[in-house]
């Protein structure tokens, strides 16, 4: 097959100048995409430039041209992928709670495929690496963590939080994402919507939740207990 070679296009990761041609959107998505899958398949460990660009049909140069290594490809896939869908990113049914688990279970579906292995293989490398810790909290992590806080204020501003209880608002976003990785790391327990459930109705006792006010009681039926024509109701 006939590989996509760099045409017009976009600019550079990590803020470095373009490097000769600039390149072609269909390759860069096709490069995106193909780190992505590869990951999700074969895992960080096995990630390579020449499988990247094989699985793309791109040269090999054109890659190496724009991302010099397989971490600066997976950074710009994990930047790109929220503005995929930034209705996701940044919800506002105004139900606060409502809004947290939105933005979690999002957040939560993506690291159960590729994104999963991704951020796991990025982190660990960060770990020795003070010029990826620093990209990957900057352009991966902290747009997450800016997104819940914001919804968190809001709720604040809002009346639905008083921020009265025993944790800061970014002690309360550290809780809710932290948890996150613990999970992803250990592995001992599943990322998914019931977690981000949890973590919404947790958030409220830590901060402190407005309690909402009781809805009234249905009235009982007919000949139900405490209904009108059972023989409990006269006696209450």
Known sequence: MKKIESGSGGGSTDGAPPRGRPRSEAARRSVLDAAL??????????????????????????????????????????????????????????????????????????????????????????????????????????????ALREILERGVERGQLRQDGPASVDLAVDFAFGVMWYRLLSGHAPVDEPLAAEIAAALGPLLGSVAAPAAPAAPAAPGSPGGPGSETAGRR
């Open 37 to 146: 899958e590869l990951c999700r398949r074969d895992g960080y460990q096995e990630l390579t430039i020449k499988g990247i660009a094989d699985e793309a049909q791109v040269g090999r140069q054109t890659v190496y041209r724009w991302w010099p290594t397989k971490q600066d490809v997976l950074l710009e896939v994990l930047t790109e992928l929220p503005h995929r869908s930034p209705a996701e990113l940044f919800p506002d049914t105004g139900d606060v709670y409502r809004d947290v688990e939105e933005l979690l279970g999002h957040t939560f579906r993506l690291t159960r495929g590729a994104t999963g292995r991704a951020v796991v293989g990025l982190m660990a490398d960060a770990q020795a690496d003070a010029s990826l810790a620093r990209r990957l909290q900057e352009e991966v992590i902290a747009p997450r963590r800016a």
